[in-house]
């Protein structure tokens, strides 16, 4: 591409060097104006105009630009959305740098964008991070040989491997679960609950935390998970059952039961002062972070693995977001006597379904352990990135098309079309509702597992990034000239929505 008219590269890139570290070392040989990026760039994409003027300053080709971005990279790896939430890249605030071989030689790989690299795999030295910049130590050779296996997936998953690809899907999951349960709760803290200014600074939210030793501490509990694919999923279903299990005892009382009787023997007044002290801390949690009732899914954990009826799991978890939707409601002096928080769900407003809900709703006991785990979870929507959840299952009942849908394998169902199936699919795993009250009720909630656990991991972050475009609203006129008005989707979505 280097073509006639063009100077030559005038200054090689580094092997692994990413796009900023590159433009600061061409920066600082003065050999031609600099040369700008967009504030806060994050080598993961290459916005339209860079290559160009990175091309006519310094002679590079676009191929050898855009290796240096990860322009086209797994989204298991780079995230999705505008944001690249959910892979492995970190928060575009958080730069990290090698104190020994950044001041020395300008180097700053693009693998340090990642939270797969908190080492510096070429002098083998604890990164650090760009604000603070202090001298770290060497890593240790356990630390040394696993992220050198981490290096050796990633560098597969780029070449195309899919089994890497999904064997680091499973491994981010697991950091993402395993800071919860981290067995001594020193190491990883959870952040204190209500009014922490910060919030989830360790946590591993959307984004990794974004603190090298931090990261290197999560990946040491890795290990059995990084033989290979199996094992992580072993290890990954271990955690969801242990994660689902203190949650749900506590949440799920049978419905249809007798109410049970309180927990703890409180005085009326001990109890009203529990939940008095509860609503203040949801109060202080809205002011210092903005979260809203609308930010709460309907169903917390869609695939969490079921101990008893399927759809009972989802129930339990609609009632319970039912219950956090009132005291947010409660705390934020708005009304949450009437149906409007039933409304909000799409859940018919029966009275007395499920222990808990009941007893929010009519200013009964709640417990110690109730109160704590309402407030865990009102906490884990703030660290996990607050998702206007209300707008997206608006959007889906409202919006009578599918989005663009990406060219990948879909799994085939023997009855369902993808066309049913992927609008029933996207109101579970991407607007988080109750299947029942979603745009396509009529396929039944074992086929969306179905098409869910047949779904490839790539294919199903590619599902999820159409769907987030599609309820921005930026590809609606494509959609709308593309598909007919026709389909059985839109009639049954304009019925819904009717
Ligand atoms: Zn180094």
């Keep these: 591409m280097t073509g006639p008219g063009h100077p030559p590269s005038a200054l090689a890139p580094i092997p692994g060097e990413s796009l900023t570290g590159y433009v600061l070392r061409f920066n600082a040989t003065s050999m031609a104006p600099p040369l700008a990026l967009p504030p806060r760039y994050a080598d993961t994409d290459l ?12 002679g590079l080709d676009s191929r050898h630009i855009g290796r240096m971005t990860m322009t086209g990279w797994p ?10 939430r959910h892979g492995w890249v970190l ?12 001041p020395l030689t300008g180097f700053r790989a693009l693998r340090w964008r990642l939270a797969l690299a908190p080492v510096c795999l070429r002098c083998h030295t604890l990164l650090t991070h760009e604000r603070t910049f202090t001298p770290t130590r060497s890593a240790t050779i356990e630390e040394l040989a696993r992220l050198r296996r981490l290096d050796e997936l990633t560098t597969r998953a780029l070449q195309g491997s899919k089994t890497s690809r999904s064997h680091l899907s499973v491994l981010r999951r697991i950091c993402t679960a395993s800071d919860a349960h981290e067995p001594d709760g020193d190491v990883l803290p959870r952040p204190a609950l209500g009014g922490a ?14 603190e090298p030793s931090t990261v290197l501490k999560q990946l040491a509990t890795l290990d059995p998970a990084l033989l290979n694919e199996s094992r992580a999923r072993a290890h990954w279903q271990q955690l969801q059952h242990e994660v689902s299990l203190p949650s749900s005892s506590a949440f799920a009382p049978a419905p249809f039961q007798p109410e049970s009787p309180p927990t703890s023997p409180a005085t009326p007044a001990m109890a009203r002062a529990r939940r008095r002290a509860l609503l203040r801390q949801l109060t202080d949690l809205c002011a210092a972070t ?12 869609p695939w969490r693995a079921p101990r008893w009826s399927r759809i009972r799991v989802l129930e339990d978890q609609a009632f319970e977001a039912l219950a956090l939707h009132t005291l947010l409601l409660e705390a934020l002096g708005e009304d949450a006597t009437g149906s409007a928080v039933f409304v909000a769900h799409g859940i018919p407003a029966v009275v007395n379904q499920h222990d808990l809900l009941t007893r929010v709703r009519t200013r009964g006991n709640l417990s110690p352990g109730e109160c704590d785990r309402l407030l865990a979870r009102a906490q884990a929507l703030v660290d996990d990135g607050l998702v206007d959840y209300a707008y997206r299952r608006g959007t889906l009942l409202a ?9 990948i394998h879909l799994p085939r169902h023997p009855f369902w079309p993808a066309r049913t199936l992927v609008p029933a699919w996207a109101w579970v795993a991407y607007a988080r509702g109750l299947p029942d009250s979603g745009p396509v009720p009529d396929v039944s909630l074992e086929a969306v597992d179905r098409f869910h656990a047949d779904l490839d991991p790539e294919a199903r ?18 959609v709308a000239s593309a598909a007919g008005s026709s389909s059985p989707t839109i009639a049954s979505a304009h019925q819904r929505s009717a």
Excluded: K, M, Y
């Design 75 to 84: 989204l298991a790896l780079r995230g999705r959305g505008i944001q690249h």
């Design 399 to 407: 919006v009578p098309s599918l989005p663009r849908i990406p060219a």
């Design 461 to 478: 972050l590619r599902l999820l990034e159409a769907f987030d475009t599609h309820v921005r609203g930026e590809d609606w006129a494509a």
């Design 197 to 210: 200014p910060t919030p989830a600074g360790n946590q591993w939210g959307t984004h990794p935390p974004g």
């Design 290 to 301: 903005g979260l809203r009732p609308q930010h709460i899914p309907t169903v917390a954990a």
């Design 91 to 102: 928060h575009r605030r958080d730069v990290w740098l090698c104190p020994t071989c950044t």
């Design 47 to 58: 916005p339209p105009g860079l290559t160009d003027a990175v091309h006519r300053s310094t």
